[in-house]
């Protein structure tokens, strides 16, 4: 397959990478080069069979624009964008594109939101979740410890959920749920040691969407991969 990454930081460097050892095309964009989307053009898109954002907030919400509008297909690793997300989903079923869109690309993390859904099934308990990231993250919380909180708010509708959130070096990234009772304390955590396991989600995440049009998360998708 032909990928496009958009983003030369340290995972979509990766993406990249990873995208050449599974055997696939790929060309990698800085963002510098890219402002307000300018070189995703129909003659750039035409052959790639999917765009693979690791951006920032605001340059994902151009370049999703800019791919869906083409009738094209992207992967959203970027986060703090989703308050844009029923344009985008509008965006997608007028040009006929495809959006698949994570708060977190790791299967270790998919694992960890099923498992935190089970464990907010236990009555008399009150949850927290904490999440640590290197020091240049913009967002905070992290999209991650959001989805955290609205899995066991949904299982517990007006639970208080509390997120705390540290900034450290070039911490990669680290959830820890907590479930605190009268008499014993449950907690699920997960560190991230390598951003491969994010890129590698991402790449196959574009595996997947390549032909398909329409608007999934990939929460959705993952026992398909």
């Known amino acids: 397959m032909n990928f496009l990454v958009l983003g030369k930081g340290k995972t979509g460097s990766l993406v990249a990478e990873i995208a050449a050892e599974r055997?696939?095309?790929?060309?990698?964009?800085?963002?510098?080069?890219?402002?307000?989307?300018a070189a995703l053009t129909a003659a750039n898109l035409a052959g790639v069979d999917a765009a693979i954002d690791f951006t920032a907030p605001e340059a994902a919400v151009q370049n999703i624009t800019a791919v869906l509008s083409l009738g094209s297909r992207i992967v959203?690793?970027?986060?703090?964008?989703?308050?844009?997300?029923?344009?985008?989903?509008?965006?997608?079923?007028?040009?006929?594109?495809?959006?698949?869109?994570?708060?977190?690309f790791s299967i270790?993390?998919?694992?960890?939101?099923?498992?935190t859904a089970a464990l907010a099934q236990l009555e008399g308990y009150?949850?927290?979740?904490?999440?640590?990231?290197?020091?240049?993250?913009?967002?905070?919380?992290?999209?991650?410890a959001i989805t955290l909180r609205e899995i066991i708010q949904s299982a517990r509708p007006g639970a208080e959920v509390e997120i705390t959130s540290h900034r450290l070096g070039d911490a990669m990234g680290e959830h820890v749920v907590t479930a605190t009772?009268?008499?014993?304390?449950?907690e699920l955590r997960h560190e991230i040691t390598s951003r491969r396991c994010l890129a590698e989600g991402a790449v196959r995440a574009a595996e997947w969407i390549a032909g398909k049009q329409g608007v999934w998360d990939f929460r959705e998708i993952l026992d398909q991969l």
Request: aromatic fraction near 8%; glycine fraction near 12%.
């Open 23 to 37: 055997g696939h095309s790929v060309r990698a964009v800085d963002i510098v080069d890219n402002r307000d989307a």
């Open 76 to 104: 959203v690793g970027t986060t703090g964008w989703y308050a844009h997300l029923d344009e985008m989903r509008a965006l997608a079923e007028k040009h006929h594109g495809g959006l698949l869109y994570g708060t977190n």
């Open 108 to 115: 270790g993390v998919q694992k960890l939101f099923r498992l």
């Open 126 to 144: 009150t949850f927290h979740v904490d999440e640590t990231h290197h020091v240049t993250k913009l967002d905070a919380p992290s999209g991650t």
């Open 181 to 186: 009772g009268e008499y014993d304390t449950l």
